[in-house]
């Protein structure tokens, strides 16, 4: 069994990157391998709905991250996608490439998902989600 961890932070090592690893230690205990995916600093496009996926399969975009995420997604048996908490929302980023795989990527009903943010207020009002500030060595930056 393989869990696709998603790192959807410009930081590779940042706080969500921290979060994530937490899961993966817990995944390990319990026999289950897995992976991350970091969503890098890249530029993404968004979805401007011309629906040539539909045709393709995929997303006519293939200058960005969106196709690899989406292949990695259906290979996974389990998904966990972590974010930082941008202005009480995930990062634009994030939301950007998986507005997309989920338009151009097929059908993932009943695939087992997760959701992990880091945030620097731990109040911050997201519905469904947990916060992490783990140690001094990982504190937020911004
Ligand atoms: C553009 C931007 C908006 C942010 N908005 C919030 C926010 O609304 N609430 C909050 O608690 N933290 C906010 N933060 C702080 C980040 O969520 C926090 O530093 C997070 O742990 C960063 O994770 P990372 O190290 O994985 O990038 C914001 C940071 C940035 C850069």
Redesign the pocket.
């Known amino acids: 069994m393989k869990v696709l961890l998603v790192n959807g932070?410009?930081?590779r090592d940042?706080?969500?990157?921290r979060a994530l690893a937490e899961i993966a230690s817990a995944l390990r205990q319990e026999g289950i391998d897995s992976q991350t995916f970091w969503i890098g600093t890249g530029p993404v496009r968004g979805c401007i709905a011309c629906g040539a996926c539909r045709k393709l399969g995929r997303c006519a975009f293939d200058d960005d991250k969106a196709n690899e995420l989406a292949s990695r997604m259906h290979e996974a048996d389990g998904i966990v996608i972590g974010s930082?908490?941008?202005?009480?929302g995930p990062s634009g980023a994030l939301c950007a490439l998986l507005d997309r795989v989920f338009f151009s990527g097929g059908d993932f009903t009943g695939k087992p998902a997760a959701a992990v943010t880091?945030?620097?207020?731990p109040a911050?009002p997201l519905p469904s989600t947990a916060s992490t500030s783990i140690s001094p060595s990982t504190r937020?930056?911004?």
């Open positions: 932070s410009p930081h940042g706080c969500t990157n930082p908490v941008y202005y009480a880091s945030s620097r207020r911050t937020c930056r911004w």
